[in-house]
């Protein structure tokens, strides 16, 4: 019986030994390529579709569509762009096996929903007020969209992606930043006021769970490790946090730079990207399920701080622009006073390894 167990524990030991372990590496990553982007005034979130090669980048007045591959403009959405004032256009969710995409916009709120190959509008979907962050849950083929742009909203409402019909607005205890959902279920949302993490059950509607992530305060850009069950949330005091999406506990935290914003996680090799107003790329690593290093900060520009990240060539995208000091007033068409970047200053930023 010694010999047995003997022999279980050095089977066990050796197999433990060829489990992959993730170690952090000085990095690689550096500004590839710089791409004008002229038709460009102001921007919210980037979608890149990995498997269809193409990037989404929300405009003033539609969505802009670029090949990945030869850094050129495939068209817009709408065609011609039908949506009006500046900063209205948030951001795109991507439902391939659908062959739909869908647009969150603030006025009226509601979302777009767009044909993935023709571009051209398939149905519009009314949201509550307010209408901000957009994301597509595969488990139950439902969209989600986090109202927050209007003073007292503060939900996310559900929509059936094959219908487009609105199912619910489902109340958040705050402010709701951005989210990303694990594919079985739960959809993990920011709350960005109250400086913790909500988790949506995406089947029966309803929020299931809050947690506190201090240190974190005003967490912004969240992303996930699946395979895991890990969390990477930026926050606005430059940190960032890897939380366990099980129990909500805070394991790690590495820093980041000033105005910091979007998250990103590449799965083939446990970089974690958080892209930083100030002009910074900071690229961290998670070692182990409870270990975050840092790795780098890399110069971009000034402003650019979202991004999106592309699984096939491990690139991150960012756009960045010149604007003025001074803000322009608030308006019925610009409501928070969103600048528009000065002509000819926009540009995609490419950083890879």
């Known amino acids: 019986m010694k010999k047995f167990f003997l022999l279980l524990g050095c089977l066990i030991a050796a197999l433990a030994f060829t489990l992959p372990v993730r170690t952090a590496a000085a990095s690689a990553y550096h500004v590839v390529r710089e791409i004008p982007m002229p038709d460009i005034e102001g921007w919210d979130y980037l979608t890149i579709d990995s498997d269809a090669r193409r990037l989404y980048i929300s405009n003033n007045s539609g969505i802009v569509v670029v090949d990945i591959d030869t850094l050129r403009q495939v068209g817009t959405v709408p065609q011609p762009p039908s949506f009006k004032g500046v900063g209205l256009v948030h951001g795109v969710a991507v439902a391939t096996p659908l062959e739909r995409g869908f647009i969150s916009h603030e006025q009226p709120p509601s979302v777009y929903v767009f044909d993935l190959k023709s571009l051209s509008k398939v149905a519009v979907t009314a949201t509550d007020r307010g209408t901000d962050a957009v994301v597509y849950d595969a488990f139950t083929r439902r969209v989600f969209t986090l109202n927050s742009k209007q003073p007292g909203v503060h939900d996310a409402t559900a929509i059936d992606g094959v219908s487009g019909q609105a199912l619910a607005n489902i109340p958040l205890p705050g402010t709701p930043e951005f989210a990303v959902t694990d594919g079985a279920g739960s959809l993990y949302v920011n709350i960005a006021s109250r400086n913790a993490l909500g988790r949506i059950d995406t089947q029966a509607l309803k929020l299931t769970k809050t947690w506190r992530l201090a240190p974190c305060k005003e967490p912004g850009g969240l992303a996930m490790d699946v395979a895991r069950r890990r969390l990477f949330a930026t ?119």
């Open 235 to 353: 926050c606005d005091n430059q940190i960032m946090v890897m939380v366990d999406a099980d129990t909500g506990k805070v394991l790690s935290k590495v820093p980041t730079g000033e105005g910091t914003d979007a998250a990103a996680f590449d799965p083939a090799t446990g970089n974690v990207f958080a892209s930083n107003g100030e002009g910074t790329l900071t690229i961290a690593h998670e070692d182990s399920r409870d270990k975050l290093s840092l790795i780098d900060n890399i110069k971009t520009a000034s402003g650019a701080r979202t991004m999106a990240f592309d699984t096939a060539t491990h690139q991150v995208f960012l756009l960045a622009g010149e604007f003025s000091a001074t803000p322009p007033p608030r308006s019925p068409e610009n409501p928070h006073g969103y600048p528009k970047a000065k002509p000819g200053t926009v540009k995609l930023i490419i950083v890879g390894p």
